[in-house]
DNA sequence: CCGCATCCTCATGGATACTG
DNA sequence: CAGTATCCATGAGGATGCGG
């Protein structure tokens, strides 16, 4: 752990716990849903070996993250504990606020599907649920995409190679309009189904 | 600016920007009032010169911040953005998650009271305003205090050189009753009001 | 393979001195 | 007062080793 603040202010005992480098983005991680060392690694796409399990043991002895078992047997989980889930309020804040760096692009920036899983909450309110799993349907450019999104990550259909860019547009599209306010949230509605629905998606889908 | 992280995410590209140590106290700092270079070094308690100076240029570059003219002449102020102001939100959850790290008190930390100017806003929801003044009374050990909180920090009465100490005091004991879950937001509010109003005042403290 | 631990290099943070 | 400049300690990042 990095050094205290030394303040008796709520913001610094946080940022005393959660403020050293990766941490809050492993949190992300595992707001999507535990996830075992190797997850880890990939999910956050540029963390060090050494660091990562610093920053795990770091998380457990604060309270915020813990180590299971697996049911198999001898291969550990990682999730987060009851507190360490409260992060997803501020965290949702944070992506929020996050919106108008969001309109320029993914740029040169790696992009994983799952964690729309945090963000389309933050950014869509009440309106998707990932807690089980969800379809959110995107119409850029005319076309139409459906978006799987599970506790295990996010599926995006056509699979024909272009989806996934087209997810990262999404949400770019979806970004940009309501940082610009050229998107109400309830304009959104029309795009937006929970549980997929047949006849719902049908309708939505204009198919 | 630390190294970015490199993903398009919400959350990393706001981590990007107030990630690095320092910044978020140096927005909270902001969302007390706006503040001289002076002020910013006293109020953060422990940052370098160098650092504040290093932080101060690259959130004014990344527009969370900006440098004003004082108005009698060659003084410079820094204060908020808009959307620098905006970070109010996620910070205010932070510090709502941060109340079990509060309970065990200052201990060795320092403690400003204007910190509670943006705490406890936070903790206390819509009942408490420091967008004008407010006065809330605390009751401690059966003895009775009034803080006075505006936008330029915090006062406390009676102003026995004990006041202080008792308002750190009063945070800890507010925090410590909501953290257990012995304290209800209904139970504070016989000890919180807003606006002294004379009357309203005598009546809450018995006096 | 997984789950780390070690080693090394270099950027960043922290404390202090200094300047317009 | 409002910052710069300097020096040193520390932490990040990358490569690699190593036991299960």
Redesign the interface.
Known sequence: M?R??????????????I?D?WN??IV?QLLVAPARYRDLLDGL??VATNLLSDRLRDLEAAGVVERRLADEGNAVIYALTA?GA??R???E??????????VR????????PE?LA??LP??LGSRVKTDRSATVGVAIDGQLFQVQVTGKGLDASPHDGRALDAV?RAEAAI?LGLAAGMLDFDEIRPLVEVEGDETALRAIFGA
Do not use: H, K, N, T
């Open positions: 990095s205290s603040y030394g303040q008796y202010c709520g913001l610094a005992r946080a940022l005393d716990v403020g480098r809050l983005l992300r796409a540029g507190w409260q992060l309020e501020p965290i804040g944070l992506i929020r606020w996050s919106a108008p760096l969001m692009g993914p740029a040169e920036d790696r992009f994983r964690w945090v963000a933050a950014l990262v970004v």
